[in-house]
């Protein structure tokens, strides 16, 4: 063979590398579509006071959509009781709902007290609790508990987002479990446009009146009571459009130890 063959033979292996390349690239790109990603940072008031700080993570494509929540004491609060909580779920999106098929949560106290723990999910709907250390057996939820207070659920943070097919975020009912209590939130009026200052830029949102109504698994409460008046729930939703979703950017509730408010701090994707 002759050196101007070999080149040349080279030449074209070098070219079906370069194209195995692209292509694979190519699929890696358009085969499997891309979460947009948005991550909100709120702080948490009760009654003016400080106690804690949140962030929401959350990733959404036309199939899939994920949420990681982080809670942690702060100011006031944080110097007497140390507190952090965190959550992951996921799930799919069928005919304009979200869907869960994973929930995973955990918390840890400055005392020492903690908890892991998840919801396993077959087709929506929850079919066990999982944690360590384990609730009491008179705790425990049985099946037939999980699917009836589970079915058309959310997890409780995943319960506050609104699926973009929703012109107004106020017309969904949201409906939240987390294997032992169930609630819902009902809003009791259309949207109103409104506006947020945040991180000094104007947001354009909704906002959307209303109540919780608790379903199973609440002590009666003069906390309960309050929440569950018309009027004493508040959320202000922005639709984010990489994300087809309304996430709320703030919600204040009325309780008897004043307002509860939680409210982002920064906004980005």
């Known amino acids: 063979m002759s050196l101007t063959k070999s080149a040349k033979n080279y030449r074209s292996l070098r070219e079906i590398y370069k194209l195995k390349y692209f292509l694979i690239l190519f699929f890696l790109c358009f085969t499997y579509p891309s979460l947009a990603e948005t991550k909100i940072d709120y702080y948490v008031n009760l009654g003016g006071i400080k106690i804690a700080d949140a962030q929401f993570i959350i990733n959404t494509n036309e199939d899939d959509w994920s949420l990681e929540t982080k809670v942690e004491a702060a100011g006031i609060i944080d110097v007497f009781v140390k507190f952090i909580s965190t959550t992951s779920s996921k799930g799919i999106i069928i005919n304009s709902k979200i869907i869960p098929d994973a929930y995973e949560f955990s918390y840890l106290t400055g005392r020492g007290n903690s908890r892991k723990g998840e919801i396993i999910y077959e087709s929506g709907l929850p079919t066990k609790l999982i944690a360590e250390p384990n609730y009491s057996e008179d705790e425990k939820p049985s099946l037939e508990f999980l699917k009836k207070y589970g079915e058309m659920s959310s997890d409780p943070y995943s319960a506050l987002l609104v699926h973009g097919s929703y012109s107004d975020p106020c017309k969904y009912t949201a409906k939240g479990f987390d294997g032992l209590r169930s609630f819902k939130t009902i809003f009791i009026r ?68 004043g307002g509860f408010v939680l409210k982002a701090k920064s906004v980005s994707d």
């Open 190 to 257: 259309q949207a109103r446009e409104d506006q947020i200052e945040i991180d000094d830029t104007t947001f354009v949102v909704s906002k959307c009146v209303g109540y919780f109504e608790p379903i199973v698994g609440y002590r009666e409460s003069d906390f309960l009571d309050a929440i569950s008046n018309p009027g004493s729930v508040r959320y202000w939703f922005k639709f984010i459009e990489s994300l087809n979703l309304w996430v709320p950017l703030k919600v204040i509730i009325d309780t008897p130890l």
